[in-house]
């Protein structure tokens, strides 16, 4: 039987903001509203947990006009309070202990309502084991080979190394420390010419590098489904890494802390080389010294396709949030990222065709001083023919939506067309930008962008727009955010540019 918990909720007063049109200032009189209570309950399975066991929770909320936001923290300890952003979740604790979850809901016309719980999460049992090293594995899919429950170190080497091997499950095993010093082993799990791999509710702790599968780019390995692991500590090489890959999933995974901040480049989430059909959806990736989410095309022509990401949490990672090069066909979608030292969603040489929309990016450009300090909330190089829509973006450093076609060295010139040099047929629409530098940034040159019913607005002293001429359906004025101060960046229903970017959740809904 589920348990509900319920605790208070709170009723506060409202007031609509000034806001001034692109024709000159235009006056709205404050309006009191005092918005309906909500009654919020987090529902579980249990109040008791084995450490590595996905944990379900679900928000049900009454009361308010229905339009229903959710920011969640699922450890009041760490610092962070935004680990999940849907009505219904999931999260991994990889070690015992006690924690306080909370979730604050909030309705398009403010009305919020809070509920927290604690559960408990005792220690998982793993049986000490050697490293495991196959080669040339292939049973049949129905019945796979299966490595579980095995707790394993090596201080000169890697934890598991599977080489041309087919149909395989690896689950619930903990790897820690193996070497962190070598350039070549070190690999929690080390996967090379494989298919049709599972791996499941694997703690990867420690270690030079956590997950890694390389293909042949002649030949792709293919069929990874990567869910619900936690990855942590990395040193030396991305947590969770994948090249020469196609028809793989990347869901519900943990990683935290991976890099030494800005020694190495270290990404949570990487695919490299050639890949194609890849789906990233519902992880939280937190301080990696890299990017959050990382899809790099090897190849000028042959670019990768069809790639996916979506409802991931990306915070404070030490350049991008997601980062895109060499890669046709694709789309992001309802992602909350802050905190990214570079730019939130970068597009960086021959990405075309790809979708970003429903996102909410918030205080990327990281922090002065630093070394990757300086980026936009989107960021498009060298790529033509994206759309940017239905995205919220605030506090960006340097440009909220930024269009460039900046010529970095000779190589870039001679393998770029012209088309792509020029970020040549990017539309912009219905986004909501709301930042104290700079809305909208396009550098000379850029051809043909679209830029349509999009809402401006300065925070201090900097400036919309900057080297083009939007439509006159865009308009500068002032949003207004559900729960800044908790994370909630959701716009309430009386707030320009509500109808064109709709709550997070709602949009989820209906595109599942």
């Not at 594995?137 to 934890?159: A, F, L, M, Q, R």
């Not at 619900?228 to 040193?235: A, D, L, S, T």
């Amino acid at each position: 039987m589920k348990r509900a918990i319920i605790i208070f909720t709170t009723t506060f007063l409202f007031f609509i903001a000034v806001f001034s049109g692109c024709g000159g200032e235009k006056n709205i009189s404050s309006v009191d509203i005092t918005p309906p209570d909500l009654t919020v309950n987090i529902e579980t399975e249990s109040l008791s947990y084995q450490a590595m066991s996905p944990v379900k929770f679900a928000a049900v909320v009454s009361g308010g006009d229905g339009d229903y936001s959710y920011v969640w923290d699922f450890n009041a300890d760490d610092g962070y309070t935004l680990d999940g952003f849907q009505s219904n979740v999931q999260y991994i604790y990889p070690e015992s202990g006690v924690y306080t979850v909370s979730v604050h809901a909030a309705d398009g016309r403010g009305a919020s309502g809070e509920a927290d719980i604690e559960i408990s999460v005792k220690d998982k049992e793993y049986a000490v084991h050697e490293p495991i090293r196959l080669r040339d594995i292939s049973p049949t899919p129905d019945k796979p080979y299966v490595i579980e429950g095995y707790e394993i170190t090596n201080p000169s080497g890697n934890g598991i190394t599977l080489q041309r091997c087919n149909n395989v499950i690896i689950r619930d095993c903990y790897i820690h420390d193996c070497e962190r010093n070598k350039d070549e082993d070190g690999q929690a799990i080390l996967l090379e010419n494989c298919g049709n791999i599972t791996v499941q509710r694997l703690y990867l702790n420690n270690n030079r590098s956590g997950f890694v599968a390389n293909g042949n780019p002649d030949h792709l390995s293919s069929d990874f489904m990567i869910e619900n692991n936690v990855i942590v500590g990395c040193v030396s090489n991305d947590a969770l890494s994948l090249v020469n890959v196609k028809n793989s999933e990347v869901r519900y995974n943990i990683l935290y802390d991976n890099g030494t901040i800005w020694e190495r480049r270290i990404s949570g989430i990487s695919f490299n080389g050639e890949f194609h059909d890849i789906s990233i959806h519902n992880n939280l990736v937190v301080k990696s010294d890299s990017d959050g989410i990382e899809c790099l095309g090897y190849h000028w022509q042959d670019v990768a396709k069809n790639v996916e990401v979506y409802e991931n949490v990306l915070r404070d990672n030490g350049e991008q949030g997601v980062w895109f090069s060499r890669i046709n066909d694709g789309r992001i979608h309802h992602n909350y990222m802050e905190g990214s030292h570079n730019c939130g969603v970068c597009f960086d040489v021959l990405v075309s065709d790809v979708l970003i929309d429903h996102n909410i990016i918030v205080r990327c450009g990281g922090i002065p001083g630093m070394k990757h300090h300086g980026g936009s909330g989107i960021g498009l190089n060298f790529s033509p023919d994206n759309i940017i829509q239905s995205n919220i973006c605030v506090d960006s450093t340097s440009g909220d939506i930024s269009i460039s076609y900046r010529e970095k060295d000779e190589e870039w010139i001679n393998k770029i067309d012209d088309r792509s040099r020029r970020s040549e047929g990017n539309v912009i629409d219905g986004n909501v930008m709301c930042s104290s530098e700079s809305n909208l940034n396009i550098d000379e040159g850029v051809s043909d962008p679209v830029i349509t019913n999009n809402v401006f607005c300065q925070r201090e002293n900097g400036r919309h727009y900057h080297g083009c001429s939007p439509d006159e359906s865009n308009i500068k004025a002032k949003p207004l955010f559900r729960a800044p101060d908790r994370g909630d960046f959701n716009l309430l229903s009386a707030s320009p540019g509500y109808e064109a970017v709709k709550p997070i959740n709602e949009a989820i809904e209906n595109v599942r």
